[in-house]
């Protein structure tokens, strides 16, 4: 299966620390999408990270991905409460870069 | 700022009815999805569909039925629920090879 798969699938932090969630994949891809979802909600995109770039940077985000591992990374640095939420990444193969696979995604909780 | 709705945010039919889901996007893209997210499995495609009128089955189609007659509108049709399609229902919609954006979602319960 392409299906990425976040780690850790839960973490718990306090309030100003970093959170460094991890995905990894199984076949060759064109980009890695990382998404955030409140409880109960949709889910919302936080950063595309293209095949041929290794890092990218989003306000307090950072990624970064390694096709050699076939894996990516997502730093929340200074984290707030308002944070908390399920994190999942998106790849994109299987010949249709439309359709993504998602993986199961790492539930992060940020304590006050 | 794209828009995608979906027409309920809590639903709970009965075994055997026939339940419709709607999804509209007001972004002009030309492709939607339909998944269902369950506790430890994630998401699942269901179908997804990149232009009118064509559609295309994704991971689990079984049970369900889409139509888009429509660009700015795709339906999940359940012709006859059942309990096992008890879940929360995104639909979601992009551009090609692009970011997909989420309504809110629909959880059914299916007694």
Redesign the interface.
């Known amino acids: 299966s392409q299906q990425g798969e976040e780690d850790p699938q839960a973490l718990s932090i306090q309030e100003g620390e970093n959170a460094t969630m991890n995905c990894s994949y199984k076949t060759s891809i064109n980009n890695l999408q990382w998404y955030r979802q409140n409880s109960g909600r949709g889910l919302v995109h936080l950063i595309l990270i293209r095949s041929n770039e290794r890092e990218k940077h989003s306000g307090r985000l950072r990624v970064t991905l390694d096709t050699s591992k076939k894996s990516s990374s997502l730093l929340i640095t200074a984290s707030r409460a308002a944070d908390t939420a399920s994190y999942f990444c998106a790849t994109d193969a299987r010949g249709r870069s439309e359709k993504l696979v998602f993986g199961k995604g790492t539930k992060l909780t940020v304590n006050p | 700022d794209v828009k995608?709705t979906q027409s309920s945010r809590y639903l709970v039919k009965r075994t055997g009815e026939k339940v419709f889901l709607e999804c509209v996007q007001d972004m002009d893209h030309?492709?939607m999805?339909w998944?269902r997210q369950d506790p430890?499995?994630?998401?699942r495609?269901i179908y997804?569909s990149?232009d009118v009128k064509m559609k295309e089955k994704?991971d689990i189609p079984e049970g369900y039925s889409v139509s888009r007659e429509k660009k700015e509108r795709f339906s999940l049709i359940l012709e006859s629920a059942s309990t096992n399609q008890t879940s929360?229902y995104?639909c979601?919609s992009?551009t090609?090879?692009?970011?997909?954006?989420?309504?809110?979602?629909t959880?059914l319960l299916v007694l």
């Open positions: 995608v030309e492709n999805f998944y430890g499995l994630g998401l495609l997804f990149y994704g929360m995104l979601a992009s090609t090879h692009g970011t997909q954006y989420f309504g809110p979602g959880r």
